[in-house]
């Protein structure tokens, strides 16, 4: 059981340039969510997703796009990016549309945008 | 607006004695927390739910509405319990907040 699985776990880019984060969860879970982590900013949520075919924007969503065609994935698209989203991007999923019982994580990206 | 409040960035303790990480909260309806430790090199884990009323690790934390906070707490600090934890705030429209973080360490 892999649980929460995501690719790649680092990444440079250059500004301007775009690219996909990827998060796989073999739990079955219906919840689904990306989360940003700086220093002194804690994490803060950028998307999630309470099901296939729904997404919904979290307190930092700008800059980013996400879309939920499986139960299994979660994609974060970085469409042209800027050094201010150089930070570490961790997937999170949970059973139910509420996630009541807590989140499972994912190891995390180290994202560097030059 | 919901949020979650750790005062404290950095927390030393001497192993042994007791440890007291503070969370403290605004939210207009019925909260919902927990907290969550980051160990050095690892993932994010869940370490209690308040609604589960759970020890675990031998951590406790007693959700108290009228000062609004969610301390967590443990009588013995051990070294393996230094790690980054943070306190987390579930609002009724599924987002999930997170406090800043606070790093723990137990010294030898």
């Known amino acids: 059981n892999a649980g929460v699985t995501q690719t790649p776990k680092f990444q440079v880019l250059k500004t301007g340039q775009s690219m996909t984060l990827q998060c796989a969860q073999d739990?079955?879970?219906?919840?689904m969510s990306w989360y940003r982590q700086d220093p002194g900013m804690g994490l803060r949520l950028i998307h999630y997703?309470?099901?296939?075919?729904?997404?919904d924007q979290g307190e930092v969503p700008n800059g980013y796009n996400v879309s939920r065609s499986t139960t299994e994935d979660f994609p974060l698209r970085l469409l042209s990016a800027a050094p201010s989203q150089t930070s570490v991007y961790f997937c999170?999923?949970?059973?139910?549309?509420?996630?009541?019982?807590?989140?499972?994580f994912g190891s995390g990206t180290r994202l560097t945008v030059v | 607006a919901q949020r979650v409040t750790q005062p404290e960035k950095l927390l030393s303790v001497f192993k042994g004695a007791p440890v007291e990480l503070k969370c403290n909260y605004s939210?207009?309806?019925?909260?919902?927390l927990f907290w969550y430790v980051q160990y050095s090199r690892q993932r994010l884990q869940l370490l209690l739910r308040?609604?589960s009323r759970e020890s675990i690790k031998g951590f406790t934390a007693d959700l108290n509405k009228g000062e609004t906070s969610f301390h967590l707490k443990k009588p013995f600090a051990q070294e393996e319990d230094s790690a980054m934890y943070y306190c987390?705030?579930?609002?009724?429209?599924?987002?999930?907040?997170f406090g800043t973080g606070t790093s723990l360490t137990v010294i030898p």
């Open positions: 999170a999923s949970g059973p139910g549309t509420h996630p009541t019982y807590g989140y499972t």
């Open positions: 739990m079955n879970h219906e919840y």
């Open positions: 997703s309470v099901g296939a075919g729904i997404t």
């Open positions: 939210y207009s309806g019925s909260p919902e």
């Open positions: 308040h609604i």
């Open positions: 987390a705030l579930i609002d009724t429209g599924n987002q999930f907040y």
